[in-house]
């Protein structure tokens, strides 16, 4: 049985702090306003000026937001999995864990969408993302992380509400790390005005993102970023 879960929510912004703490949500169905234009995974490589579609907001004077641009990228999940049945219990073994960053470009706009060092700017917050999914992944490979390849329940629907419970639980420090980078990257190049800090920073994101990457390759037999069940 396949799921899929989108639950971490992060907002980005040029020209401003970031907002509150991000939302937890565990949605079934896929939002309206999402379905006009599908999440872009990372993998799908570096943003362009196509990827925002969303309509800068405006207030309740009818005037244009000052902020230059706005990105909205999401923490999300896949998984199969296996149930079985003993004594009137069910038992869930998930078979793989994928996890993975998306950018929602019907959410995010863009001002001056030819401004490379606002695009890179906004990269270099997607790059803080994935470099968070990255550590997850690593730390779900552990050995300590295998319970949560499994859960139970006094039905089907209680296993599987469980086992996202407990995945939850697991990003949670991972989301909020995120949030901190995020808002530490802001600080520290104004918003990507300060070009050397700006640069200075991008170096950093790349280098920590290769260093991740390699330490992935390392730990799995293939080059798929999902997660097996361990035996």
Not at 13 to 34: C, D, L, M, S, Y
Not at 75 to 83: I, Q
Not at 132 to 155: T, V, W
Not at 214 to 220: C, D, F, H
Request: proline fraction near 6%.
């Amino acid at each position: 049985m396949n799921y899929r879960r989108w639950l971490i929510t992060v907002f980005l912004a040029w020209g401003a702090t970031v907002p509150g703490p991000a939302q937890i949500t565990r949605t079934t169905n896929r939002p309206e306003k999402e379905s006009r234009a599908r999440p872009r995974r990372y993998q799908e490589g570096p943003l362009t000026a196509r990827d925002f579609r969303g309509k800068v907001p405006r207030d309740a004077d009818g005037k244009a937001n000052p902020l230059l641009a706005f990105t909205k990228t999401d923490f999300r999940y896949d998984w199969k999995s296996t149930f079985t049945r003993r004594n009137r219990k069910h038992y869930l073994v998930a078979t793989e864990i994928d996890l993975y960053s998306v950018m929602l470009p019907q959410h995010s706009w863009n001002c001056t969408p030819r401004d490379r060092q606002l695009l890179d700017h906004e990269q270099g917050h997607f790059d803080i993302t994935e470099a968070q999914i990255r550590k997850a992944i690593l730390q779900l490979k552990a050995p300590s992380s295998r319970r949560l390849f499994r859960s139970s329940g006094n039905s089907r629907t209680r296993a599987v509400q469980r086992f996202e419970e407990n995945l939850t639980r697991f990003l949670e420090p991972f989301v909020t790390a995120s949030r901190k980078h995020h808002q530490h990257y802001d600080k520290t190049t104004r918003h990507g005005r300060i070009r050397s800090a700006q640069e200075h920073e991008r170096k950093k994101q790349k280098l920590e993102l290769q260093r991740l990457a390699q330490q992935i390759r390392s730990r799995a037999p293939s080059s798929n970023r999902s997660l097996t069940s361990p035996e």
